[in-house]
């Protein structure tokens, strides 16, 4: 099994700036893609940004250009940068780990304006 645990949501006005964490345990398969996605109220959840074992990364264009995703593949741990944040990025924040479609139990972030 495998556990995901985030941590560095909070509160944050319009055009400010928040670093997420998520530290993976268990049987973490090596060559895996780790990823963050966020659900809105009443909204599905979305996948924001996705890093593969090598580094590879992808971004939904909503947040393409303002937020980073990166990982320390000694720690098992990836993190989200989000820079420039809109009252709209305000959702709860999910980390994904694949392959077997694991999630973490998220982190609020919210963003007053």
């Known amino acids: 099994q495998v556990q995901l645990v985030e941590s560095g949501g909070g509160l944050v006005q319009a055009g400010g700036s928040l670093r997420l964490s998520c530290a993976a345990s268990g049987r973490v398969f090596s060559m895996n893609v780790m990823g963050w996605g966020r659900q809105a109220p009443g909204k599905q959840r979305e996948l924001v940004a996705t890093?593969?074992?090598?580094?590879?990364?992808k971004y939904a264009d909503s947040v393409k250009g303002r937020f980073t995703i990166s990982r320390d593949n000694a720690k098992n741990t990836v993190y989200l940068q989000m820079n420039s944040l809109k009252p709209e990025d305000t959702a709860v924040y999910y980390c994904n780990l694949e392959p077997g479609g694991f999630w973490g139990k998220g982190t609020l972030v919210t963003v007053s304006s």
């Open positions: 890093i593969t074992y090598d580094y590879g990364t």
